[in-house]
């Protein structure tokens, strides 16, 4: 690996060994890495993230049975996948016991074929579905009630194709990022909104339709940057009977209709709306971009009440975290873990929940002083699943460490290779697209698309809702984007109707991808305040049209 030393033999610019380019590690970094005893990383920040992510699938599901009792279950696992798929009840029950795979670590070996060994031989859960009700189809989620198509996502009922930290909501659909928001569709990092739709970056909000940037507003309508505004359309001042009239006018209940508002909708964001270059709230010391409550924050998105972490996503409450994703709720010295929440003191573990001093674990719950394990329950001292003593523990893991270093595996998360998703159903391919031709050439599998959700069908959806039957909710419907069918649930129509939105044309994953888009990139850019010409680093690249204001420029304008 080729080093550029800068100023000191502690910072320096290290080449990453995946994408070759060159990328900077800071005498904070090595002072992190040093205190919790790994090398320095040898991929870039984008690069790790990356190869985590290829660890998480959400939204892809599949029918399977599971493997203990056969029961009918809703997974995450396609076909073709070696391990066990058992159901809730069965991993969770006295049937599973991760001990009884355990097997001695063989110094002649390297580690990370012994691991997958193992890891292809453990029963893993069929879901991350903690704690909720009526919620089949629902992933990365808990304490859930009624939702459908609802991942990473808490606290919701009758929720419906959302995703992203989705917490506390009622009857909404299609949404992203939202809190204590209700009757509420297309809407994105909102919270405490009512009966609102295609809302972005907008809290405490009612009746209110595509605004960008407002607070406290009700009855307002293409508008932005606006504060406890009411019966304004365009950002000016309506009376309620005009601005009625008005929204009438645009026949939000049609596809047609609704279609046009959302394009004028764009075209507002983009060319008429203040952006402020990046969203920190009673935060200092931090770079990156929705960050809130934090100190001490490094080129890290979606943060709040986090201390001293660096290169982290979605997270909250964490403290002296390196390169995660979705390690969250009082998470402290992580490294290179992913949906690794309540876990302290871990390095290289991916979905371990409520545990401590764990090392390159998979799917391990309630333990601590783990090394290497896969599916355990409330265990300690264990490698490779196999119990020990704790002197013992202790004096075999300093051993393996050591031996990790001599192979050169210490300090690397887990291979692609030892993924149980394709790279194109997991995470990744969001943040990372690839088409199937660059994931071959990269080494990455892929899974295509299964023909049978892509009938042709031939029923046309009606343009407006009012002419909707009950019994579409009988038929299966084709996307018109990209073919792959689906069908209606009751209350997702009944909420349609209730908000006067016209049926969707299009399937949950195509309103997704285009929803999406509204999403900050998780790329730093140097640009200049429109207004001031003051240096910012923000995640709206230089060829995006919007116009960017510095923190202080933002501040006089708004308010």
């Avoid at 909501?169 to 009757?183: F, G, N, Q």
């Avoid at 409450?317 to 876990?343: F, P, R, V």
Wanted: charged letters at 25%.
């Amino acid at each position: 690996m080729k080093k550029r030393y800068i100023n000191s033999p502690l910072n320096y610019m290290s080449e990453c060994k995946n994408c070759n380019q060159n990328f900077q590690i800071t005498d904070q970094d090595r002072e992190f890495y040093r205190k919790i005893d790994v090398p320095d990383p040898t991929l870039c920040p984008d690069c790790r993230q990356q190869r985590r992510l290829v660890f998480r699938n959400e939204r892809s599901l599949y029918s399977d049975k599971c493997s203990c009792c056969g029961k009918n279950i809703i997974t995450m696992y396609g076909a073709g996948h070696q391990f066990p798929v058992y159901c809730y009840d069965c991993w969770w029950g006295d049937k599973m016991d991760g001990l009884a795979y355990g097997v001695d670590f063989d110094f002649s070996k390297q580690f990370f074929p012994q691991f997958l060994e193992l890891k292809n031989k453990v029963p893993r859960i069929y879901l991350y579905n903690r704690s909720s009700e009526n919620s089949e189809y629902t992933n990365h989620a808990a304490f859930n009630k009624s939702c459908y198509m609802t991942f990473n996502a808490a606290y919701n009922e009758d929720c419906f194709y959302s995703t992203n930290l989705v917490i506390h909501s009622h009857l909404c659909v299609d949404c992203h990022t939202i809190d204590y928001c209700e009757l509420c569709h297309n809407c994105f990092m909102c919270e405490r909104c009512y009966g609102c739709r295609d809302l972005v970056l907008s809290n405490d909000c009612n009746d209110s339709h595509f605004c960008y940037d407002c607070n406290g507003c009700h009855n307002c309508l293409f508008c932005y940057n606006l504060r406890n505004a009411e019966y304004m359309i365009g950002n000016k001042k309506y009376s309620p009977e005009n601005y009625q009239q008005e929204l009438a006018k645009l026949n939000l209940n049609t596809q047609t209709g609704y279609q046009q508002a959302q394009d004028r909708f764009r075209q507002i964001m983009a060319q008429e709306a203040i952006h402020k270059f990046a969203l920190f709230y009673k935060s200092d010391k931090c770079t990156g971009d929705y960050i809130f409550n934090s100190h001490n924050v490094k080129d890290t998105f979606y943060a709040q009440a986090c201390e001293n972490v660096c290169y982290c996503y979605d997270a909250h409450g964490n403290k002296e975290c390196y390169d995660t994703y979705e390690s969250s709720i009082d998470c402290q010295q992580q490294y290179e873990c992913e949906a690794s929440n309540w876990t302290n003191f871990s390095k290289f573990c991916n979905l371990c929940q409520e545990c401590y001093n764990l090392d390159y674990c998979d799917y391990c719950f309630n333990c601590h002083d783990c090394f290497a394990c896969v599916g355990l329950k409330k265990q300690e001292f264990c490698i490779l699943n196999k119990k020990y003593s704790e002197a013992e523990y202790k004096k075999i893991r300093s051993k393996l460490i050591e031996y990790l270093k001599q192979t050169g595996e210490w300090g690397e998360f887990f291979p692609l290779v030892s993924s149980p998703f394709t790279y194109n159903e997991s995470v990744a391919m969001d943040f990372y697209p690839l088409t199937k031709e660059q994931c071959q050439a990269k080494g990455y599998f892929w899974r295509d698309p299964d023909p049978r959700e892509y009938q042709k069908t031939s029923y046309q959806v009606p343009n407006d809702i009012k002419e909707v039957k009950d019994d579409i909710l009988d038929v299966v419907l084709s996307c018109q984007h990209c073919g792959r069918n689906f069908k209606l649930q009751k209350t997702e129509l009944d909420v349609y109707r209730q908000q006067n939105i016209p049926v969707p044309i299009a399937c949950f994953n195509c309103r997704y991808k285009e929803r999406i888009t509204l999403r900050h990139s998780r790329q730093l850019y140097n640009r200049q305040c429109v207004k001031c010409n003051k240096a910012v680093q923000t995640t709206y690249a230089p060829d995006r049209p919007e116009k960017i204001y510095c923190a202080e420029c933002y501040q006089k304008e708004i308010y």
